[in-house]
Nanobody
Framework: VQLQASGGGLVQAGGSLRLSCAAS????????MGWYRQAPGKERELVAT???????NYADSVKGRFTISRDSAKNTVYLQMNSLKPEDTAVYYC???????????????WGQGTQVTVSS
């Protein structure tokens, strides 16, 4: 099982970007999918998560601006980012937790990062 993220880029403050992350493989279930980010010199932090039951959780810093969603049939998670600020600049990582696939269980997987840069 692998996670493949896409959608990062350079945008001006106030702009929008949409990130996608697809899990490949013969997956039966993914409990939680989410996005984390890491800015230079800072620790990786939670951005947003969504459970298989569509319960969402957001960092306070992105509430009202970012929306996380998932398509369970496609094992894909999305992050719609609006009203972007320079402080949102970071490498964004997708995460999947509690993955059941091909009779196996994986507690956690990380995708490769995708760079988001917001210019002022």
């Amino acid at each position: 099982v692998q996670l493949q993220a896409s959608g990062g880029g350079l945008v001006q403050a106030g702009g929008s970007l949409r990130l996608s992350c697809a899990a490949s493989g013969k997956i039966f279930r993914i409990n939680v999918m989410g996005w984390y980010r890491q800015a230079p010199g800072k620790e990786r932090e939670l951005v947003a998560t969504v459970t298989s039951g569509a319960t969402t959780n957001y960092a306070d810093s992105v509430k009202g601006r970012f929306t996380i969603s998932r398509d369970s049939a496609k094992n894909t998670v999305y992050l719609q980012m609006n009203s972007l600020k320079p402080e949102d600049t970071a490498v964004y990582y997708c995460n999947a937790a509690g993955i059941t696939w091909s009779g196996r269980y994986e507690s956690e997987l990380w995708g490769q990062g995708t760079q988001v840069t917001v210019s002022s």
